[in-house]
């Protein structure tokens, strides 16, 4: 595609509901990061896969966060039991190897009630 | 560990001022460094950059000089416009890793006025 894309754009959940975020890179970026942008912590890293291959998962902020990237594109963030202060925007950016330019997508507002 | 930090703002400004946003860092290694730029309703943008020591970036009339004494990377345009208007972040990522993880100053809103 012409830029990187996520779904859904806007996500209301209920605390304790489980969700999935999803990331679709530009065609043949190998590189794929997921960042997350609130109001109390500014913009954090959560993420990093390289291929399938996750090398940084250093900013995960609790087991209730997951990701996978599937055939080398598109990836999914996976909240589990869900918590207000998990209301954010998910930010994911992929580049053409590890230390190219990141191309971000618009992000998925997340807001949990 | 990394960490950035930018002017606070909101920085509101009128059309054809002079536009200054600092940036401090603290890192290991030699970072490279970052302006990213949010226009309203769009994504995070790469505004430009600088991979070392006294390198300048530039791109649409701003620059920033990678000031390796001072640990800054402060934001310059000699004469901003309406749309300018959004907010910027400072970024770093750090050598000695396969892979340029950014870690991001807190973000200034910038509003330029008629």
């Known amino acids: 595609g012409a830029g990187v894309s996520q779904s859904p754009s806007n996500k209301v959940t209920e605390k304790g509901k489980d969700v999935e975020l999803r990331c679709d890179p530009i065609s043949g970026h190998t590189a794929l990061y997921w960042y997350r942008q609130s109001l109390g912590q500014g913009l954090e890293f959560l993420i990093y896969f390289q291929g399938n291959s996750a090398p940084d998962k250093s900013g995960l902020p609790s087991d209730r966060f997951s990701a996978e990237r599937t055939g080398g594109s598109v990836s999914t963030l996976t909240i589990q039991r869900t918590q207000q202060e998990d209301s954010a925007v998910y930010l994911c950016a992929s580049s053409s190897s590890g230390w190219d330019e990141q191309f971000f997508g618009p992000g998925t507002r997340l807001t949990v009630l | 560990g990394n960490s950035v930090t930018q002017m606070e703002g909101p920085v509101t400004l009128s059309e054809e001022a002079f536009l200054t946003i600092n940036c401090t860092y603290t890192a290991t290694g030699y970072p490279s460094l970052f302006w990213y730029v949010q226009y309203p309703g769009e994504g995070l943008q790469l505004l430009l950059k600088?991979?070392?020591?006294?390198d300048k970036g530039s791109n649409k009339g701003f620059e920033a000089t990678y000031r390796k004494e001072t640990t800054s990377f402060h934001l310059e345009k000699g004469s901003v416009q309406v749309s300018d208007s959004a907010v910027y972040f400072c970024a770093l990522s750090t050598g000695g890793t396969s892979y340029g993880k950014l870690t991001f100053g807190q973000g200034t809103i910038l509003t330029v006025h008629p």
């Open positions: 600088a991979t070392k020591a006294d």
